[in-house]
């Protein structure tokens, strides 16, 4: 949590200093789905160890995502700027009964950071329609804790891996204006490539699974983000 | 203003946007059909000794050896074992993360005394849990042994009695009641009944094994006198029991033999104490070598055998023994006064037989017998190379009251003329078929001197009256020699050509007419005779040994001091000139080889005839028993 809030607060800083040049800054609130195929599966192979009853209580679902754009350089229709945002999931294999517990859990956060740029295709009144574009690189972290009780004899082991990616993030949005305010819906799709999952305290090592192939993080998913912004160029009472 | 508000709430509203969109993991699953269990029926274990594979019943191991035991836990659904462990006193011994629990135990480690093994198992519940599957979840129990060691060394037992129990010697004694037992050795001492003052030694170790058996029946012992003494083996060491009483029994009655008016013998013994014992009675007939057994009998109390004296083989019977073995059922340690050896003699023990004699003329050994009834006799002929019997003739059949026959036997010089003597009568005998050929009447001749001796042309030498006689067997002209004859145990010869005659000291020569006296020998010569027709072999009393030469009157000393003693029977074999003489030992040569050891033969008496053929002899003992040269005896016939 501490490490989301840090990236975060880097990001907006980031943002606030360029607002001097900003068009437009906007903050989306969002639902997002993602890949997670090959997470999915070793946390699937872990429960076929386990020699005891243990449930996937979570296998990487779609959760909220949040991200942020600044839009500084207009040409016309197309406006570039820069986004940024975090996402996260997790999984759990579990198990419980009166004689101890046992859990694995899966924690995977990521902050991307990219370029966006958006195409006003429709503008009319206090309404636009934009397609938008953000190749982005993200950067995701994964810990991995194991944690089994047995009376009182609790065994913890926490192993934390980091992933580098790309990918592209695109969809269409609807802003809609109430002076220099405005309020918008996103609606678009997340393609990421996909990085290696290397060990934070020895950068060779990479997550594998039972087969030996490396087990990669994947964000690829839908988008559908809701979110509030201001337009530095537009006037309080234009309309 | 409207722009840093904004800016301000943006921010904010950013942050509350970030944390509550980080994904929280907070739910987790719980099997609540997961149960404890608190006992598992049907557990059973068993403690089994490696080496017997036996299974130790009840609590309590006693034991003084090095052990191995298999401790095995069986649970009822196969639930698994997870430790088992065993404790010597609360000390660790040895641990397993299975059921089955190898468990040593070496006594000398730890003494004798009492210990308690305590073997503790945990057993996984079964249940399923994660503690279950996990190995973390068991249920303990535990079992405890006492271990009773004794190492120490048994005691010593006594001997409480030796007394007969059913037909037995049967020693008892004190139980051992130590689990550390091992065997009894009941050892036996026997004492020397040739020679008492030896006192006792052993003579029989028997080994019990249960150690509630305290007492034995000795089947092997039957007569005289034994002790016994218990050892203990226990712990691999051994007790030294004190002796117990002395046990001592004999057959009340001795063997006996009783000469019956039919001239048979009746043979009684007693019954010996320990009857059970008793495997057989072995009755032997002594007079034969090796003895022959006439009687045996497995019953105790078969203790009368009448012999029929008409079963001994061989001539005459004047002299008998017996001899009785008591044969045990089980001989103990080959222990030699075990086997019972009583004899008994019957008869006189005088000179009962004929006298001998031989001829390589007509390879025949002639002897005589008297009966058993002492009423008549026999006169055998012999096949002097196989000793088989070729003819016989009665003494009645002659004409002559057996009673009254002194049965001298002898051939002439030449070997071609046989006669019998008594003390009235000559008898000349056909060599080849024992028939009557002549006879003569004597004037006294006495058994007691030599035996006459006959040349080739007739002439008889023989003493009566304490003179010398000469007695011409072809006409029965009887002369007296002059000069007194010496006496007892004198020699008298004649050359086998009738020259010369030689009564002890003197010597006479024929002058074509009669004997003449032609010399006298050294009153000192005691035992001369001649060797051939011109030398006499002489032995002068505590001096040499010398041969004499009538016609040279040369002398020739063969042994110049007295290196043997050559008595009446001595003989001269002129084909190996070697000397014959007889004193407990026979001697070849001037070397004094002793060829033959009489005492090998259990002489009981002084011999009473040497007979000589050539390069072979044959002497006769007392009992009627002669020898062969190469120890062959001469009696089955």
Sequence with gaps: ?239 | MVAQFNRKNIAILIVFLVLSCTFELDEEYFNDSVTPVTEIQGISTTLRQFDLNEQIQGDTIAFWTEQDFIYNVATPNGEQVLLTEAFLDGESLTRTSSRNLSINIDPADYGTGFYTLTIAYLIRTGSGSLADISGLEALAYQQSFVLAIDISPPQELSVISTEIVNGFVTPSWEKYDRFNFQEYRVQKYCRDERDPSNGFSTCGLFIITDPDVTSYADSTFLEGAVRYSVNVRAANQESTGALGPIFETRISDPLTVTGLPNGDFQITWGKPTVENALDRYDLYLRNDFPAPIIFQSTNPNDTTFIYDSDDRPGPGFSRSTFALSIIPKVPGGGNPQEFQLIEARIGADTHPFGSFASSDVYNSIYTTSREKTATDGYLFKIDINSLEKTDSIKWSTLGVPANSFKKELFVSKDRQRLFLINSVNLFEINPNDLSLTNSFTLGNYDDTEFIPKVSSTGIMVYASGGQMRVFNVNTGNDVTLPNNFFGSDEDGDITEDGKYIYDNSYLFEYNGSQYVEKSRLATQIFHARFIDNTRILAYRRNAETFIYNLETDETQVLYEDNQFYMDKFGQYDPFTNTIYSLQGRLFNGPNQLSIMNLNDFTIRQTPVSFLFNNNAFIFQIANGRLFWQDGKYLDQF
């Design chain 1, 1 to 239: 949590m501490k490490k989301s809030i840090s990236r975060f607060s880097f990001l907006v800083l980031l943002f606030l200093t360029q607002t001097v040049y900003a068009q437009k800054l906007f903050v989306e609130f969002g639902h997002g789905g993602f890949g997670m195929a090959e997470m999915k599966s070793f946390q699937q192979e872990i429960q076929n160890q386990l020699e005891f009853d243990a449930r996937i209580i979570e296998n990487f679902p779609a959760y909220y995502t949040v991200k942020g754009s600044l839009l500084f350089v207009d040409f016309e229709d197309v406006t570039i700027g820069f986004t940024g945002g975090t996402m996260s999931t997790g999984g759990r294999v579990s198990y419980g009964d009166f004689s101890g517990s046992y859990r694995a859990d899966s924690e995977l956060s990521a902050t991307y950071f990219g370029l966006i740029g958006e195409h006003i295709f429709l503008k009319r009144n206090n309404l636009e329609l934009t397609v938008n574009a953000s190749p982005y690189i993200n950067t995701s972290t994964l810990d991995f804790s194991t944690e089994f009780i047995i009376q009182d004899n609790r065994q913890v082991q926490l192993l934390t891996f980091v992933s580098t990616s790309l990918g592209v993030e695109s969809g269409f949005t609807a802003r809609y204006y109430f002076g220099p305010m405005f309020v918008q819906a996103f609606f678009g799709g997340n393609f990421n490539i996909g990085g290696d999952l290397e060990l934070k305290t020895d950068r060779d090592a990479v997550l594998i699974d039972g087969a030996g192939e490396i087990v990669k993080t994947n964000w690829s998913g839908y988008r559908a983000n809701i979110g509030i912004g201001i337009n530095f160029k537009r006037k309080q009472n234009e309309n």
